[in-house]
């Protein structure tokens, strides 16, 4: 909205205001990456084979060893079958010694499993193997379908009633649903209740984007929005240690859900976003938030800038057609969707292998985490030096050639396959990182949560899909990797067809988007010339009017 940045700009761009909000936000940022790697943990593969107590009936001295070699037969490994056993007989002990048991049955009395890393873990206590081991990784889809929906609920309604009480909504969901799963009694109903935690993840996620993008200027503004990312990779590094000290997945998932009953103070001190007001009309309370912003920020605003406000029109709110009206919103739309798509995909596809590349799996966390905070903060430095649209393709190019050379190593070297993991997971969080900010500045404000909630859903349909391409290992162990390599290639060639929007001022409305768009366009080249050639003058202006916008 004209003069908006000017009033912002008065008030403090990124005073203790900005910074307070900042930090307030970034608390639930790193609660969620807790939520949404616990199950990695929880759902650790534990050693196990079928129950034969059977035999202890005929054969009650006999050595657990003995109970084994005669009632479990053994894979071409040499050892025992996890899913079979031989089908029991009436014979005495002494005659099954003599001849021994062939014919073989799965398990039909339950399984054992070996409790002395891990105490207690959905596969232990749901039964998760064998027939019904693809369920765990199948309810990692459902927990990101659950952030699917949120994107397609809170992103459309966040526009709507605002980003304020979508937040506190999205708390309220996240306690009570993520608490209620420690004490799920089956295992169905722990995927229902893990699934609406998704949704209020989602809702977090997207309106913290928008909140903090819209209370920002332009030149901190990358550095706001990675920040709360830099708290999400402490998350990470944390829920390592949480793991390897909390061994029982009820006392995990609630020691992860409680933190979040600390920030319901956030009711009495977290604001509305004053941009958000003003398109909707309600000049006098974006004129008591920016007042009350300047105090804090111990700058004055101008009273004659604030009589401006009065002089505003309402913009109505957009909708999800609204970005498909203009071909320079549909582009923007579709690749932007493409970009985050891809960025989830392989982010969840690493994250939730993180047990897969052979090493101590706390350590990998240990060191997933790490590495992602260097790449989030990376990320701010490039974005700063060289704009978004160079750093959002050299990310995902970096991170998909990394997880294609993996396809060439041999499972036997996991050192090396880690090492080539760590390197795409730095790229590939950095490229995430980058497209938060990018997506932010690259639609109005009118249809931004709009744009952004549509990129969001793109990016949940990733993560829905990542832990189903993990299940495509069994066919051959480099299928997931070949895929999780090349998706971001071709995003990476995608990116040059966006504008740049690095030290530009956010946009209101879709039609200042287009003007936007026509001015990238001519500067980069992209624009044709019909009949005659612009003049550098013609050029100049169009260029300055664009920024003004």
Same mark, same amino acid.
């Given at each position: ?192 209740? *893990? ?51 909390? *061994?029982?997945? *009820? ?299």
């Amino acid at each position: 909205m004209a003069g908006f940045e000017e009033i912002l700009k008065a008030a403090g761009e990124f005073g203790r205001f900005q910074k307070c909000l900042v930090l307030l936000l970034c608390i639930p940022s790193f609660l969620i990456s807790i939520h949404t790697f616990s199950q990695v943990f929880m759902g650790i593969p534990v050693p196990h084979h079928c129950n034969t107590s059977w035999i202890w009936k005929i054969g009650a001295n006999l050595t657990k060893e003995q109970q084994l070699n005669l009632t479990l037969p053994r894979n071409r490994h040499g050892s025992y079958e996890e899913c079979s056993m031989y089908t029991p007989v009436d014979w005495d002990i002494e005659s099954i010694e003599k001849y021994g048991l062939n014919a073989t049955e799965k398990c039909q009395d339950g399984w054992v499993y070996d409790t002395s890393e891990q105490k207690s873990t959905l596969i232990t206590e749901f039964d998760l193997v064998c027939d019904k081991k693809e369920q765990e990784a199948i309810s990692q889809s459902i927990f990101m379908l659950g952030l699917l929906i949120g994107a397609l609920i809170f992103g459309p309604l966040g526009d709507r009633i605002g980003r304020r009480p979508i937040i506190l909504l999205s708390l309220l969901l996240q306690l009570v649903f993520g608490v209620g799963a420690a004490f799920a009694p089956h295992f169905y109903v722990y995927v229902a209740l *893990r699934c609406v935690v998704g949704i209020g993840i989602s809702g977090i996620m997207i309106n913290n984007l928008v909140l903090v993008t819209e209370w920002v200027g332009v030149a901190q503004r990358a550095h706001a929005t990675i920040i709360s990312h830099i708290f999400f990779a402490i998350g990470l590094m944390v829920l390592a240690g949480l793991a390897y000290a909390i *061994r029982s997945w *009820r006392l995990l998932q609630l020691v992860g859900s409680l933190p979040v009953a600390l920030v319901f103070f956030y009711i009495w001190i977290i604001p509305e976003s004053a941009r958000w007001l003003l398109t909707q009309g309600k000049n006098e309370k974006a004129k008591k938030l920016l007042q009350k912003a300047a105090l804090i920020n111990k700058q004055t605003i101008p009273e004659e800038m604030l009589q401006q406000l009065k002089e505003e029109k309402k913009i109505a709110s957009g909708n999800i057609l609204d970005l498909f009206r203009s071909q320079s919103l549909r582009k923007i739309t579709l690749i932007s969707s493409y970009l985050w798509f891809v960025n989830s995909l392989v982010y969840y596809g690493l994250s939730l292998n993180v047990g897969n590349f052979g090493l101590d799996i706390y350590l990998t966390q240990l060191v997933f985490g790490a590495v992602e905070i260097l790449a989030r903060a990376g990320a701010i430095l490039i974005l700063a030096k060289f704009g978004r649209k160079k750093c959002q393709a050299a990310c995902l190019f970096l991170g998909g050639t990394a997880c294609l050379v993996i396809t060439m190593i041999p499972k036997d070297l996991p050192v090396l396959i880690t090492v080539l993991a760590v390197i795409g997971k730095f790229s590939i969080a950095s490229s995430f990182s980058i497209s938060y900010v990018y997506a932010a500045e690259l639609f109005p404000t009118v249809v931004r949560q709009n744009g952004v909630g549509l990129s969001s859903v793109s990016a949940r349909l990733g993560g829905i899909i990542a832990p189903l391409i993990g299940l495509l290992g069994s066919y051959h162990y480099a299928i997931p990797m070949a895929i999780f390599g090349s998706t971001p290639v071709i995003a990476a060639a995608l990116c040059f067809l966006l504008p740049e929007t690095h030290n530009r001022e956010l946009q209101d409305c879709t039609e200042e988007a287009a003007v936007i768009q026509r001015s990238n366009e001519t500067v980069n080249g992209y624009f044709k010339k019909e009949n005659t050639k612009q003049s550098e003058g013609d050029l100049a202006a169009l260029q300055t009017k664009s920024t003004r916008l």
